[in-house]
């Protein structure tokens, strides 16, 4: 049987208009015409906001494929031990769309931003989406000439405000080093780094985790260096503890800023590669 094909109310554009931007409403077009399950929406409901969302983006609206029936558990020895479900994984094409969308609804409240995970690596099935960012900082007010406090810069609220309206926050906060996001199809890796640690990180969250943890990280190891909360510092000023190192000088030396990725390795002695051979 042909999918049912379900037509939006009026009021139903009017509010997605009203309340979505351009980029948000391209990011959810494509969750409801694929054809993964949505939780909470019927076929009608996801028919409904799909052809709602064509209509406000001009596209022709598709039919969104019907969400699977579930099957029934196989009957198992309750002595057997059964796997937690994986995550899912979806094709990188799709999610690359979904990434270039989150990308455009972020960069006019970032500095840098980047792409880097798997779908840099080109890996045709991706398990969640990684983005590292330099937000934008303002500084507020400064009443200390009055007898206040001098308040840090800080993320900007329209940059908080759209990374919590991507989905459900699992981790972390806007202002911190990283979060989590849970989004409809697929989980958002966030990483926020200082201006001075950024293109080490990239390089980092760019993985894989063999190639970052051996060649990443074997060539600041020997190099002397380790790394630090704070990010790169020398072991001679350092101590480890629990397989972390903490900087224990209150002088010590530090890395240069790198400007680019390629500046990184350089600095590591190690030759540039390009992501997709990076296993």
């Known amino acids: 049987m042909a999918n049912q094909r379900f037509t939006a109310h009026p009021s139903l554009i009017v509010y997605l208009s009203n309340f979505y931007s351009v980029g948000q409403l391209e990011l959810f077009y494509c969750t409801l015409t694929d054809s993964s399950p949505l939780p909470g ?20 609206p598709m039919v969104p494929e019907p969400t699977p029936a579930k099957q029934m558990p196989l009957e198992t020895n309750k002595t057997d031990k059964v796997p937690a479900p994986e995550r899912q994984k979806i094709e990188l094409a799709k999610a690359k769309k979904l990434a270039d969308n989150l990308v455009f609804e972020l960069e006019d409240y970032c500095d840098k931003i980047y792409i880097a995970g798997s779908i840099r690596r080109l890996k045709q099935e991706v398990k ?30 329209a940059f908080r405000r759209t990374v919590e309206g991507f989905g459900n926050v699992i981790k972390g906060k806007p202002d911190g080093r990283y979060m989590q996001i849970e989004m409809p199809r697929i989980v958002l890796d966030l990483f926020m780094p200082s201006r001075e640690d950024f293109y080490r990180q990239f390089a980092i969250r760019t993985g894989s985790a063999d190639y970052s943890a051996k060649v990443i990280a074997g060539g600041w190891k020997r190099k002397g260096w380790c790394g630090t909360p704070d990010g790169l510092r020398l072991i001679t000023d350092c101590e480890e503890k629990h ?33 997709e051979k990076r296993i």
């Open 41 to 60: 929406y019927s076929d009608r409901k996801r028919g409904e906001y799909a052809d709602a969302i064509a209509k406000i983006l001009g596209k022709t």
């Open 243 to 275: 397989s972390t190192w903490k900087c224990i000088n209150p002088n010590p030396q530090l890395p240069p800023v790198w400007e680019s990725e390629k500046h990184f390795f350089d600095w590591l002695d190690v030759k540039w590669v390009a992501p």
């Open 128 to 157: 969640d989406i990684e983005l590292v960012v330099l937000p934008k900082k303002f500084s507020p007010t400064d009443f200390s000439l009055f007898g206040g406090v001098a308040q840090p810069a800080q993320v900007s609220p």
